[in-house]
């Protein structure tokens, strides 16, 4: 139904920055509200942000608020999450993942996205 790749990640110093990108498959993209979830070593996963599905509403963990930009491009079947004045504590695998009903306030819990890419590594240097 929903096949999702993410790209993007990479090695940055402490303050740089990145862009990763989620690629989704199929024309019912849209349907879907649209989060990014991270796991770091040794770590449980954790939310990161949510956007629904025409980009109206947005959710952030307190950790990136203002630091990190949710997006998406339904035209192109794409969500992006901008990274600016990276940490080395946002060092993890990032996963993008695909949720069918259309709420993005609030707490966002794992089980509540059905479909979930296999992850991009992003390692932040100190």
């Known amino acids: 139904q929903v096949q999702l790749v993410e790209s993007g990640g990479g090695l940055v110093q402490a303050g740089g920055s990145l862009r990763l990108s989620c690629a989704a498959s199929?024309?019912?993209?849209?349907?879907?509200?649209m989060g990014w979830f991270r796991q770091a070593p040794g770590k449980e996963r954790e939310f990161v942000a949510a956007i629904s599905r025409t980009g109206g509403n947005t959710n952030y963990a307190d950790s990136v608020k203002v630091r990190f930009t949710i997006s998406r491009d339904n035209a192109k079947n794409t969500v992006y999450l901008q990274m600016n004045s990276l940490k080395p504590e946002d060092t993890a695998v990032y996963y993008c993942?695909?949720?069918?009903?259309?709420?993005?306030?609030?707490?966002?819990?794992?089980?509540?996205?059905?479909?979930w890419g296999q992850g991009t590594q992003v390692t932040v240097s100190s």
């Open positions: 199929g024309r019912t993209f849209s349907s879907y509200a």
């Open positions: 993942a695909a949720k069918p009903i259309d709420i993005v306030l609030g707490y966002q819990r794992a089980d509540e996205y059905s479909y």
